[in-house]
């Protein structure tokens, strides 16, 4: 029997339920956002006892299917003010789904100043008080689980930022390194702050593997999905060996790599923060180019980057925490950024909103230009102190540039765009602009098509076929989001048909149920008019899905492009 | 005529980073390939002075051509 928990934290009570039917054919964003749009009152302050944080395996999770190890994390963002899905690795979701959860929702929120550990295994939920690690940085709680409990627990953390309910704060997950993954967007981590949770632990200890309904089927479902994933160039060859950082190079070229808070779409050392900078420093100092971030991943995007004392630095040190430090704040050296991230880690921030935060609070006067060691400072000495000043940097990107009045604020609602300059990639403007979550490349990742030649050419600087292609890539994202299947497989999926068909296979093979092509797609579309609908009670409205004023006022190098799209044809991304 | 020639990814092992090269008047972006031995279905995206453009591309002096395999991330 699949089980929803809910864990109240008003009055600290556990009550487990049989997953209702209608939640039955439902995963990962596709659940995550069903629970948040039924259960949460749209208006409800993202930080009071209305909200409600859930998290859901997808429906691949803990299966043997390659790269299913993802699962989804959702609730009302207290950032964005929109319905949120954060999506990570880790060893979590696995678990999960192994003890037969489906979905794991905290509700309610305490009154007094107590805060809580919450332990998950096969006979339910309980709920401690902690205080041992309170204020501590997130390696400090893993260190803590590990010597307290058992290093094999899963665990999902907050750092200081969360705990100080900061709009950066991220929520942390334990890899199967005993690192960390992140839900990084969307200020979750102070959803789980304001709930008082410090830590969750699970321990997958006597559960049992999962049942499939058809268990033939599902392995040669399993044996063609894998063969896509590795006959691809992009998904078996390129993001194996040079991560997705490869992209700093792309970009550079393209003239769509946002550079000085956005202002250029070159960066003049972009070689040394490249992708293949980092392959040269990582096999020269003994890290390894490829690793997994979960189990069961064959295409090993992420990788673990050592200093040159060859100890260990950071892990999943991806393009656009890269190039928000590096060409976004002006810091040329790939060492420094590790360096940050590992800290960034610690603190339980979000790397893009963290990074496009201290580009913004370059422009501010803050700090210098390309000022590493005084990111490290501020992070350390400010946020996570809590003093005033952290605090306003620990809002994030909007309330840096709003607290120096500043009109260069590249936010959409609220939330920090990305690595892509949507005036040279317009597709991926209009996937910032309309997605329900906020300024969100992964929602509808058009520099698949626009500048990586995956899944046919959309010509980037030209407002043609845009808005068709970020629907398109939109709607299929949420219901790749929805099986716990790493979206990097998007990339074989748009071009190999067998690909997203075998996935449904599996599905088909896993839960003994029938469906097709279509009724994923349809359930994509589902999954994105839900989160519409709650944004529009939530007063989020059409007004609010535009990009800031300033990339119509300046244009930007090397193609010296403005962000021109018409209002109404952006709208027009609704019809469907 | 002259085109700096810039190479990415795996196109650079044995070959170079960025090098500005000699070229006939006429010759086109397949040309170039061929010269570099790059196996042409490798490729996954050319551009010249930052803009897309396909394998008949007639080059011209003191273009900037990059070629990129097939790459990807997110
Ligand atoms: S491809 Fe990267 S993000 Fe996806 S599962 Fe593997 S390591 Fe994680």
């Given at each position: 029997?699949?089980?929803?928990?809910?864990?109240?934290?008003?009055?600290l009570t556990?009550?487990?339920?049989?997953a209702?039917?209608?939640?039955?054919?439902l995963?990962?964003?596709?659940l995550?956002s069903?629970?948040?749009?039924?259960?949460?009152p749209?208006?409800?302050?993202?930080?009071g006892?209305?909200?409600?944080?859930?998290?859901?395996?997808?429906?691949?999770?803990?299966?043997a299917?390659?790269?299913?190890?993802?699962?989804?994390?959702?609730?009302?963002?207290?950032?964005?003010g929109?319905?949120?899905?954060?999506?990570?690795?880790?060893?979590?979701?696995?678990?999960?789904?192994?003890?037969?959860?489906?979905?794991?929702?905290?509700?309610g929120?305490?009154?007094?100043?107590?805060?809580?550990?919450v332990?998950?295994?096969?006979d339910?939920v309980?709920?401690?008080?902690?205080?041992?690690?309170?204020g501590?940085?997130?390696?400090a709680?893993?260190?803590?689980?590990?010597?307290?409990?058992?290093?094999?627990?899963g665990v999902?953390?907050?750092?200081?930022a969360?705990?100080?309910?900061?709009g950066?704060?991220?929520?942390s997950?334990?890899d199967?390194?005993?690192?960390?993954?992140?839900?990084?967007?969307?200020g979750?981590?102070?959803?789980m702050?304001?709930k008082?949770?410090?830590?969750?632990?699970?321990d997958?200890?006597?559960?049992?593997?999962?049942?499939?309904?058809?268990?033939?089927?599902?392995?040669?479902a399993?044996?063609?999905?894998?063969?896509?994933?590795?006959?691809?160039?992009?998904?078996?060859?390129?993001?194996?060996?040079?991560?997705?950082?490869?992209?700093?190079?792309?970009?550079?070229?393209a003239?769509?790599?946002?550079?000085?808070?956005?202002?250029?779409?070159?960066?003049?050392?972009?070689?040394?923060?490249?992708?293949?900078k980092?392959?040269?420093?990582?096999?020269?100092?003994?890290?390894?180019?490829?690793?997994?971030?979960?189990?069961?991943?064959?295409?090993q995007?992420?990788?673990?980057y050592?200093?040159?004392?060859?100890?260990?630095?950071?892990?999943?040190?991806?393009?656009e925490?890269?190039?928000?430090?590096g060409?976004?704040?002006?810091?040329?050296d790939?060492?420094?950024?590790?360096?940050?991230?590992?800290?960034?880690?610690?603190?339980?921030?979000?790397?893009?909103?963290?990074?496009?935060?201290?580009?913004?609070?370059?422009?501010?006067?803050?700090?210098?230009?390309?000022?590493?060691?005084?990111?490290?400072r501020?992070?350390?000495?400010e946020?996570?102190k809590?003093t005033?000043?952290g605090?306003?940097?620990?809002?994030?990107?909007?309330?840096?540039?709003?607290?120096?009045?500043?009109?260069?604020?590249p936010?959409?609602?609220?939330?920090?765009?990305?690595?892509?300059?949507?005036?040279?990639?317009k597709?991926?403007?209009?996937?910032?602009?309309?997605?329900?979550?906020?300024?969100?490349?992964?929602?509808?990742?058009?520099?698949a098509?626009?500048?990586?030649n995956?899944?046919?050419?959309v010509d980037?600087?030209?407002?043609?076929?845009q808005?068709?292609?970020?629907?398109?890539?939109?709607?299929?994202?949420a219901?790749?989001?929805s099986?716990g299947?790493c979206?990097?497989?998007?990339?074989?999926?748009?071009?190999?048909?067998?690909?997203?068909?075998?996935?449904v296979?599996?599905?088909?093979?896993r839960?003994?149920?029938?469906?097709?092509?279509?009724?994923?797609i349809?359930?994509?579309?589902?999954v994105?008019?839900?989160?519409?609908e709650?944004?529009?009670k939530?007063?989020?409205?059409?007004?609010?899905?535009?990009?800031?004023?300033?990339f119509?006022?300046?244009?930007?190098?090397?193609h010296?492009?403005?962000?021109?799209?018409d209002?109404?044809?952006?709208?027009?991304?609704?019809?469907? | 005529?002259?085109?700096?020639?810039?190479?990415?990814a795996?196109?650079?092992?044995?070959?170079?980073?960025?090098?500005d090269?000699?070229?006939?008047?006429?010759?086109?972006?397949?040309?170039?390939?061929?010269?570099?031995?790059?196996?042409?279905?490798?490729?996954?995206?050319?551009?010249?002075?930052?803009?897309?453009?396909?394998?008949?591309?007639?080059?011209?002096?003191?273009d900037?051509?990059?070629?990129?395999?097939?790459?990807?991330?997110?």
């Amino acid at each position: 029997m699949a089980k929803v928990i809910r864990v109240n934290m008003t009055d600290l009570t556990v009550r487990t339920e049989e997953a209702p039917a209608a939640w039955a054919g439902l995963g990962g964003r596709a659940l995550t956002s069903t629970i948040v749009a039924e259960e949460v009152p749209p208006t409800c302050h993202p930080l009071g006892p209305n909200n409600k944080l859930v998290f859901a395996p997808g429906l691949l999770s803990g299966t043997a299917a390659a790269n299913s190890g993802r699962f989804s994390a959702g609730a009302k963002s207290p950032l964005t003010g929109t319905i949120k899905e954060s999506n990570s690795g880790g060893t979590s979701a696995r678990l999960l789904s192994r003890l037969d959860i489906k979905a794991l929702i905290f509700e309610g929120q305490p009154v007094g100043d107590a805060w809580y550990r919450v332990h998950v295994n096969k006979d339910g939920v309980t709920i401690e008080q902690e205080t041992e690690t309170l204020g501590k940085t997130n390696f400090a709680v893993l260190e803590s689980v590990a010597s307290r409990f058992s290093e094999d627990f899963g665990v999902l953390t907050i750092g200081p930022a969360g705990e100080q309910m900061m709009g950066i704060a991220n929520i942390s997950v334990r890899d199967t390194e005993g690192k960390l993954r992140s839900f990084g967007r969307g200020g979750l981590g102070a959803v789980m702050g304001s709930k008082k949770i410090k830590f969750i632990t699970i321990d997958g200890d006597g559960s049992s593997p999962i049942k499939l309904a058809d268990p033939n089927a599902f392995k040669a479902a399993s044996m063609v999905f894998t063969k896509t994933l590795k006959d691809h160039p992009v998904s078996g060859q390129g993001l194996y060996t040079y991560g997705t950082a490869v992209l700093v190079n792309i970009l550079h070229e393209a003239g769509g790599l946002p550079t000085k808070n956005f202002t250029s779409g070159q960066y003049e050392h972009h070689e040394k923060i490249s992708g293949e900078k980092m392959y040269e420093n990582i096999t020269a100092r003994g890290g390894e180019p490829s690793h997994g971030c979960s189990n069961g991943c064959v295409i090993q995007c992420s990788q673990v980057y050592k200093d040159t004392a060859g100890n260990y630095v950071t892990s999943g040190f991806e393009y656009e925490t890269i190039w928000a430090l590096g060409a976004d704040c002006c810091i040329d050296d790939l060492d420094i950024i590790a360096e940050i991230d590992n800290v960034m880690d610690d603190l339980g921030v979000d790397s893009i909103e963290t990074g496009v935060m201290f580009a913004v609070a370059m422009e501010a006067g803050i700090l210098p230009w390309g000022d590493g060691k005084e990111i490290i400072r501020l992070l350390r000495e400010e946020v996570q102190k809590a003093t005033p000043l952290g605090r306003v940097l620990g809002g994030g990107t909007l309330a840096v540039g709003k607290a120096y009045g500043l009109t260069r604020i590249p936010v959409v609602k609220g939330q920090a765009i990305p690595a892509y300059d949507p005036r040279a990639v317009k597709g991926i403007g209009v996937t910032y602009a309309t997605t329900t979550m906020g300024a969100d490349h992964t929602a509808g990742y058009s520099i698949a098509t626009n500048i990586l030649n995956v899944g046919g050419k959309v010509d980037p600087l030209t407002n043609v076929g845009q808005v068709e292609l970020s629907r398109n890539l939109q709607i299929a994202t949420a219901a790749i989001d929805s099986t716990g299947l790493c979206l990097f497989i998007a990339f074989p999926a748009l071009d190999i048909p067998e690909c997203l068909g075998s996935a449904v296979d599996m599905i088909n093979a896993r839960y003994g149920i029938k469906l097709t092509m279509d009724d994923v797609i349809g359930l994509g579309k589902t999954v994105l008019k839900i989160e519409h609908e709650f944004n529009l009670k939530a007063g989020i409205g059409p007004e609010q899905d535009r990009l800031p004023e300033f990339f119509e006022l300046e244009s930007i190098a090397p193609h010296n492009v403005k962000w021109d799209m018409d209002q109404k044809e952006l709208e027009s991304f609704w019809n469907f | 005529m002259q085109i700096t020639v810039k190479l990415f990814a795996t196109f650079r092992e044995g070959r170079f980073k960025q090098a500005d090269r000699d070229y006939p008047i006429g010759t086109t972006v397949a040309n170039v390939v061929d010269d570099l031995a790059i196996v042409p279905s490798e490729i996954g995206m050319i551009f010249v002075k930052g803009r897309a453009a396909e394998m008949d591309y007639v080059l011209k002096e003191n273009d900037a051509l990059a070629l990129f395999p097939l790459l990807g991330g997110g």
